[in-house]
């Protein structure tokens, strides 16, 4: 099985949010295993990325928050930046064939009363959403 790997700084928000969306969207049979790790891991994964996920039926509850160098001996066919400061410590995986970055805002940054920080969190979950989807789509056409 190819490995993609979405990558972003603390690996407690956008990046398990990324490979919640992907992993569903690609489905079990695609021969394709979906993982995500931090360049600085905050050691949790957020409770409101959970939360949203929770909403549209994929259960991030399991995840946990890695480090980048888990995945060094591994062989990674893709790798994702969702944020400019992983992609900027984005080291070569071994077999690694293609890297992409997509940055998206961090919701764990978002500010205000519940209500609102959950505001950010579904925004930026459906952005993720609509970009991941259609990369889904494009590998499981053979396109990417």
Not at 23 to 39: E, N
Not at 90 to 98: A, D, E, R
Request: hydrophobic residues 40%; charged residues 25%.
């Amino acid at each position: 099985m190819s490995t993609i790997l979405i990558l972003c700084t603390g690996n407690s928000c956008r990046s398990h949010l990324a490979e919640g969306i992907l992993r569903a969207a690609l489905g079990p049979d695609s021969g394709l295993t979906v993982a995500s790790a931090g360049s600085r891991p905050a050691g949790y994964v957020h409770p409101l990325a959970i939360r949203v996920m929770d909403e549209i039926g994929i259960d991030l509850s399991g995840h946990r928050s890695k480090h980048l160098d888990e995945f060094l001996t591994q062989d990674v066919e893709t790798v994702i930046t969702v944020c400019g400061n992983a992609d900027q410590a984005c080291p070569t995986f071994p077999g690694q064939l293609n890297r992409h970055h997509w940055g998206f805002d961090d919701p764990a940054h978002a500010e205000g009363d519940e209500a609102a920080q959950l505001a950010v969190f579904r925004r930026v979950r459906d952005e993720i959403r609509r970009v991941f989807e259609a990369y889904a789509a494009g590998r499981l056409d053979g396109r990417g």
